[in-house]
């Protein structure tokens, strides 16, 4: 059956992430299947968001090929999803959600309506209408450190504050490299959700000038109810390597806060209401137009009375 080319991935319907290392990765039918030493494992990609290969692993072009068209993407990552190194996007149907979040992004009133909304939704049941950015930034800031204060009595860790350098990873203590650890998850969960539903990673609210500025905008949604709670959770478990337990901690955490079901939601409700001229996608696309803003692509102009050629050179 033919694709509409209107439809985008269900992805509140999906696995959010499938990590695997040592493995070789290989095309079965029309899904893939995992060969490691002892045993065969297949993976119903059909229903996966975001494949997490770590070090070791092998994936044939044929695999790879399979899981793009299962609207899957695929991450190049560190051992343990420490570290995101690259990726392969899957399918995308229509440029509507892009336009709208580049349309946002560029008018000033509607950049502050998507930042109040964000903020929002961490404010459920509070009125920040007439709160000035600042004041809720601070309540945000506010609320993070409570997360932090209250992980660290639940599971009896001391906490200091959030302490990290990115060029030498060693330098942190535990805790903090639990939390890295745990965050990188959620940003690769983020970036796969963000760009199965058709918007871009680079074009920030509150987070601008890095090329995952809206993947961060959206983890900060999350984190205090998952990855900092599953952090803490990692340190008490094993103290002197967390790292090796994020993974499947967070995992629990991700089910149990039904994360890719809400980004879609809240993706929606961060957007809704705006208008945009470009909102049904078409098999050949538009092109873009100074008079009347686009035209029909696929269509050959010439043939349209726009060039004189009857002087017959």
């Known amino acids: 059956m033919k694709k509409d080319l209107k439809e985008l991935p269900k992805l509140r319907d999906s696995i959010s992430y499938f990590y695997v290392e040592h493995a070789i990765i290989d095309q079965s039918d029309s899904s893939i299947i995992l060969h490691r030493i002892t045993e065969d494992i297949p993976v119903p990609v059909s229903a996966l968001t975001c494949l997490m290969i770590g070090p070791g692993t092998k994936i044939t072009h044929a695999a790879v090929k399979t899981i793009c068209e299962n609207g899957c993407m695929v991450v190049w990552c560190g051992e343990n999803g420490a570290r995101f190194y690259a990726y392969g996007q899957g399918e995308t149907r229509s440029a509507k959600n892009t336009l709208i979040q580049a349309k946002c992004c560029m008018d000033e009133e509607l950049h502050m309506l998507i930042v109040r909304r964000m903020y929002e939704m961490r404010f459920p049941k509070m009125d920040c209408k007439n709160m000035t950015l600042q004041q809720i930034r601070g309540l945000e800031g506010i609320r993070v450190r409570k997360a932090y204060q209250a992980a660290a009595k639940l599971n009896g860790i001391p906490w200091k504050k959030r ?135 696929g269509v050959n102009y010439a043939d349209e009375g726009y060039i004189d050629d009857s002087s017959g050179d």
């Open 163 to 297: 302490s990290y350098k990115n060029t030498d990873w060693d330098a942190s203590d535990n805790i903090n490299r639990a939390l890295s650890a745990a965050n990188a998850i959620l940003y690769s969960v983020c970036q796969a959700s963000i760009c199965s539903l058709g918007y871009s990673v680079a074009l920030g609210f509150v987070h601008t000038g890095k090329m995952l500025s809206f993947v961060y905008d959206i983890a900060d949604l999350y984190k205090a109810e998952t990855t900092i709670p599953a952090a803490f959770e990692a340190v008490k478990k094993d103290a002197k390597n967390p790292e090796a337990h994020v993974r499947e901690i967070c995992r629990k955490y991700f089910h149990n806060a039904k994360i890719m079901q809400r980004i879609a939601n809240d993706l929606g409700k961060l957007f809704e209401d705006i208008d945009n001229e470009q909102l049904e996608a078409k098999n050949t696309g538009d092109l873009w137009d100074d008079n009347v803003g686009a035209v029909d692509g």
